[in-house]
């Protein structure tokens, strides 16, 4: 759903240059896109969840449900602050990710005879209507033999994707469905209302229905599950 960036490689670099900053800057970061990349990709499949405990298996995803009910009254919602969820979800997937990652790098730099400190990791995820914000607050010191040394403490990684918009969508969808005199929302009403920007198709797989959507002429997708106590027609 998005292109991954590989991290810049610094068991390549011939001799770390301590005159360039940026080989520091840039692998930290490098490993906040790829970390950062694979959340959202997943956060996108799976109805904002990494690992999905309550879904819908749906060619091949596992689509959390957003609203559910198993009985004759309206669906209920699972995650009623769901953007806040998404980046507590995005937070902890780069966290676990960036560890290993870094280390990677230390043991590189430490394999070149230089000294290699660093402070408590703390990152933050911000996500906006088109784009996401990662921020990470890791203060890293190297220092070789002659005292020469790079410091860093502050990385971000920003993504150009719809989520926060999307996920209003997904909330809107929610609210819709559960408002809807039994249980049918016309979809195609609410594509309407958004003037153009959004695509929204729907699919009944299995008396659940699964929802798609993105912004028009843009690939990144969120699809998430929901119950109702009706089945809708498609």
């Given at each position: 759903?998005?292109?991954?960036?590989?991290?810049?490689?610094?068991?390549?670099?011939i001799?770390?240059?301590?005159?360039?900053?940026?080989?520091?800057?840039?692998?930290?970061?490098?490993?906040?896109?790829?970390?950062?990349?694979e959340?959202?990709?997943?956060?996108?499949?799976?109805?904002?969840?990494?690992?999905?405990?309550?879904?819908?298996?749906?060619?091949?995803?596992?689509?959390?449900?957003?609203?559910?009910?198993?009985?004759y009254?309206?669906?209920?919602?699972?995650?009623?602050?769901?953007?806040?969820?998404?980046?507590?979800?995005?937070t902890?997937?780069?966290?676990?990710?960036?560890?290993s990652?870094?280390?990677?790098?230390k043991?590189?730099?430490?394999?070149?005879?230089?000294?290699?400190?660093?402070?408590?990791?703390?990152?933050?995820?911000?996500?906006?209507?088109?784009?996401?914000?990662?921020?990470?607050?890791?203060?890293i010191?190297?220092?070789?033999?002659?005292?020469?040394?790079?410091?860093?403490?502050?990385?971000?990684?920003?993504?150009?994707?719809?989520?926060?918009?999307?996920?209003?969508?997904?909330e809107?969808?929610?609210?819709a469905e559960?408002?809807a005199p039994?249980?049918?929302?016309?979809?195609?009403?609410?594509?309407?209302?958004?003037?153009?920007?959004?695509e929204?198709?729907?699919?009944?797989?299995?008396?659940t229905?699964?929802?798609?959507t993105?912004?028009?002429?843009?690939?990144y997708?969120?699809?998430f599950?929901?119950?109702?106590?009706?089945?809708?027609?498609p």
């Amino acid at each position: 759903m998005y292109n991954l960036r590989t991290v810049p490689d610094v068991k390549k670099e011939i001799e770390f240059d301590f005159s360039r900053a940026e080989v520091l800057k840039n692998y930290v970061e490098g490993c906040m896109e790829q970390a950062g990349n694979e959340a959202l990709n997943l956060v996108g499949k799976q109805g904002g969840e990494i690992e999905p405990g309550f879904y819908q298996y749906y060619y091949g995803n596992k689509i959390s449900y957003l609203c559910y009910t198993n009985s004759y009254s309206a669906c209920y919602v699972k995650k009623p602050f769901l953007l806040d969820f998404v980046e507590k979800e995005i937070t902890n997937y780069v966290n676990k990710k960036i560890n290993s990652c870094i280390t990677d790098f230390k043991n590189v730099v430490r394999s070149k005879g230089y000294n290699i400190e660093a402070g408590n990791l703390d990152i933050k995820t911000k996500i906006n209507p088109y784009s996401t914000m990662i921020e990470l607050n890791y203060p890293i010191k190297i220092k070789g033999s002659t005292g020469i040394q790079i410091e860093q403490n502050k990385f971000s990684k920003n993504f150009n994707l719809p989520l926060g918009k999307l996920i209003k969508v997904a909330e809107d969808v929610v609210d819709a469905e559960i408002k809807a005199p039994l249980g049918f929302f016309p979809y195609q009403s609410y594509v309407l209302s958004q003037n153009g920007e959004i695509e929204l198709t729907r699919q009944i797989w299995q008396d659940t229905e699964i929802y798609i959507t993105n912004l028009r002429d843009d690939d990144y997708k969120f699809q998430f599950a929901i119950k109702n106590y009706v089945k809708p027609f498609p």
